[in-house]
């Protein structure tokens, strides 16, 4: 048996083709597996996150792009290459509160931080699962400040980027802060010259170039402190 066990040939039906009927009770073992691989790659934004202050590199990741999944612990870094690195800014308003800066005045991270990754599964990957992942993976909150952030910002209105209504009729709202981060740039800034929205799109749009024809799934994963998307690419 191959190491993705046989989710290749079943990789529709983990993915909700039948709304997991069948696979919850007891929990199916190929769905427990994905479960596992999708959280350990939501976990590797904090492993990699640089959250001491002190350090000059505050707010960054630890690792170069090419070593990210073999530093984390990840059970397949053979799995997936990543492709971008996000980075996120925030306006003036709320910066202090989301953002975390270095000591150093000289710190990389002064105006921007290390939000999470873009990867795509590599032939090997690909193989295991039966079709070809694009992953977008967002660091969530995770420092004291960022969670009394959480509590105290207002919401904001989504219309922008979700449409004018929501499923209700009503103007979709979400927190202001995460609101900021995922949509503000800084033109003076080399890593957040795009806002982290802008980065992830063109990230995307160009991998699903590279792997056409394809056929698309769009899947959505969240956890308390964060949300990881993933978007299901199949080669014919």
């Known amino acids: ?44 934004t904090y492993e990699a996150f640089i959250g001491e202050g002190r350090s000059p590199n505050a707010g960054m990741c630890r690792y170069r792009r090419a070593d990210l999944f073999r530093r984390v612990d990840v059970s397949h870094p053979g799995w997936y290459a990543t492709t971008r690195y996000v980075y996120a800014t925030a ?3 709320v910066r202090g509160k989301v953002l975390l800066r270095p000591l150093c005045r000289r710190g990389r991270a002064r105006e921007c931080n290390w939000m999470g990754y873009v990867a795509v599964a590599t032939d090997e990957g690909a193989a295991a699962l039966g079709r070809r992942d694009i992953v977008v993976a967002w660091r969530g909150t995770q420092r004291a400040l960022e969670w009394v952030a959480d509590l105290k910002l207002a919401l904001a209105s989504a219309a922008g980027i979700l449409g004018p209504e929501g499923a209700d009729g009503s103007d979709p709202s979400v927190h202001r802060g995460y609101l900021s981060l995922y949509t503000s740039a800084d033109e003076g800034s080399n890593l957040s010259k795009q806002s982290a929205r802008m980065q992830v799109c063109v990230n995307s749009a160009s991998s699903f170039l590279s792997c056409s024809p394809v056929r698309l799934i769009l899947v959505c994963s969240k956890t308390a402190t964060s949300t990881l998307c993933f978007i299901v690419v199949r080669i014919h």
């Open 1 to 44: 048996m191959t190491p993705g066990g046989d989710m290749a040939g079943r990789w529709r039906e983990l993915h909700g083709s039948v709304h997991w009927e069948g696979l919850l009770e007891p929990l199916d073992v190929g769905l427990r597996r994905r479960l596992i691989a999708y959280g350990e790659m939501i976990m590797a």
């Open 91 to 93: 306006s003036a308003e």
